[in-house]
């Protein structure tokens, strides 16, 4: 939790996840349980999925922001596959 606090203080965060709202809102509850560090969540069914059941998340669905401002952070290279350059990618995370 004091990596999302300091982060929130010079960038807005925004949760942008392939997984379903229950389970978004779970883990949120955990990280941010006042909501205070956190601006939105976007979950699967803000997510375009492919014929082959991958789910991307399009950047361009967050509004009044400007697309070199943002930077998506996921495990997955599939899942920033529209803004490539706008991606970080890490490895997984399992366990504790």
Known sequence: ???IKNMSKKYEIIIFTASIQYYADAIINHIDPDNKFISYVLTR????QTKN????K???IIKN???KNMVIVDNLL?????QIDNGIPIL???DN
């Open 78 to 82: 599939h899942s920033f596959g529209l």
């Open 45 to 48: 069914k803000h997510c375009m």
């Open 58 to 60: 399009d950047l361009r």
């Open 65 to 67: 922001r400007e697309l």
């Open 53 to 56: 059941g991958f789910f991307i």
């Open 1 to 3: 939790m004091t990596f």
């Open 92 to 94: 997984e995370f399992i």
